[in-house]
């Protein structure tokens, strides 16, 4: 009984020892198989039946991701507790954190941006030695919702003034917005009674910069929109990481005061992503909510007296008050808009989009 196993023993346990890896290895190649067996909606002709495959596996999936995030979370809770440090969370590969490598980004210790910022066209702006004042017309042919744009565009812009282009041409605008200490021109141009570019002209030197305009949507379209105040915005510029970048973003801080009205709770936020600069204008508002405190395994927490023991948190609530649009920037010229004899910094063009993760901004 207790003697030692004999060579027969042996190899007969190395058999069965590799006859079970062989199982559990046809057991996975069958799992796969019947994987890949799985009806696709793609395959279900009948319209419907398609439809409600594929909001059956929609959900699933859905239901899978909620749990894999309540086990990371209940997961991190129970570290902290015990005083471990939790497990690093993995980063997502993104178009933006795999862009190609650019020169031009700019970098927090470089002096010769500062340099440049002390020495262009709108430190006297933005060093409030000026304060902005905006001339806003049309293009020659105006559309419907033009009119409707610009006066929210006016309610959004501090201190800007609509004049009507009539069959003036844009160099005498340039000149009279000169004599009248405007700091810059906007043009909204129109094409097919829909607004479709913004010129933006820095007096009385330049630069002019060129935005194609798509996604425009109106106050009256946003679903529980609310009403701007009168009070100086706040401005939030984010993502204008590259020079070209920087000097596009300083070209829109120039148009706001540089002395915003905190009292008012308002936002114009200019959001840069994949070169597409997003525009939003809210309200805010801080609001203290009670919520119960619970343990690690989810128990409501107590007090000696068994009372429930409830934590304060501040959360802030937004309310859109629109417009709501999308700019692309087309170029950037030198000096005050001339289409024969300007010269241009920056020109966009279609051979230059050779890769999806290459930006400019």
Known sequence: MGGKRTNNEREAMEEYGDDVELDKKEKKKKMEKEKRREILPSMIKNKEKRS???AKLKHEKKVEKRKKLKARDAEEKRALELGEEPLPRKIPRTIENTRENDETVCKPDDEELFACNDADEFSSIIKRGRTPKILITTSRFN?????????????????????????????????????????????????????????????????????????????KDIKNHGNPTSHEPELVLTNFTTRLGHRTGRIIQSLFPQEPNFRGRRVVT??????????????YIFETKESKMSDSKGRKGKDGKGEKISQQKVIARLQECGPRFTLKLRSLQHGTFDTKGGEYEWVHKPEMDTSRRRFFL
């Open 52 to 54: 409600a495959v594929h």
């Open 270 to 283: 200019f959001h840069n992503q994949r070169d597409y600069i997003f525009f939003r204008h809210h309200r």
């Open 143 to 219: 559309s419907t919702r033009g009119p409707a744009f610009i006066s929210e565009l006016l309610e959004v812009i501090p201190n800007a003034h609509y004049y009507k282009r009539g069959t003036y041409e844009l160099k005498k605008i340039v000149e009279y917005a000169k004599k009248q200490d405007f700091t810059s021109l906007i043009v909204v141009h129109t094409k097919r009674r829909e607004p479709d570019a913004l010129l933006i002209i820095g007096l009385p030197d330049g630069p002019t910069a060129h935005f194609k305009l798509s996604r425009l949507v109106l106050r």
